[in-house]
Nanobody
Framework: EVQLVVSGGGSVQAGGSLRLSCTASGIDFGDFELYWYRQAPGSECEQVPAIKTGDTTSATDSEKGRFTTSQDNAGNTVYLQLNSPKPQDTAVYYC???????????????????WGQGSQVTVTP
């Protein structure tokens, strides 16, 4: 059975920091990668703009630079570090295991890969 368990959401003040974790089990990591998405009220689902630890090609993107993703040595837990979040980053954040990036109006989409439960992140001014 595939399970993705998300933890670490909550409320954070703008300019602070917060870390989300997603632990996956029952997945063949040769076929899937773990992605982070978010959806704010009234907005479409989007992949969270973040720099993958060790990836220097997107390091100059100032928007991506606020958030980073990393993975533990065992490879079954990914982290999303939110640094200096802004109120507009308030959303429900999701972790998903997929063969490719999902692009769609709503998340989760249970017909596209595997999704964890959403975690509310609220950024206060």
């Amino acid at each position: 059975e595939v399970q993705l368990v998300v933890s670490g959401g909550g409320s954070v003040q703008a300019g602070g920091s917060l870390r989300l974790s997603c632990t996956a089990s029952g997945i063949d990591f040769g076929d899937f990668e773990l992605y982070w998405y978010r959806q704010a009220p009234g907005s479409e689902c989007e992949q969270v703009p973040a720099i993958k630890t060790g990836d220097t090609t997107s390091a100059t993107d100032s928007e991506k630079g606020r958030f980073t993703t990393s993975q533990d040595n065992a490879g079954n837990t990914v982290y999303l570090q939110l640094n200096s979040p802004k109120p507009q980053d308030t959303a429900v954040y999701y972790c998903a295991a997929q063969g490719q990036t999902y692009i769609g109006d709503d998340c989760p989409n249970w017909n596209f890969g595997y999704w964890g439960q959403g975690s509310q992140v609220t950024v206060t001014p």
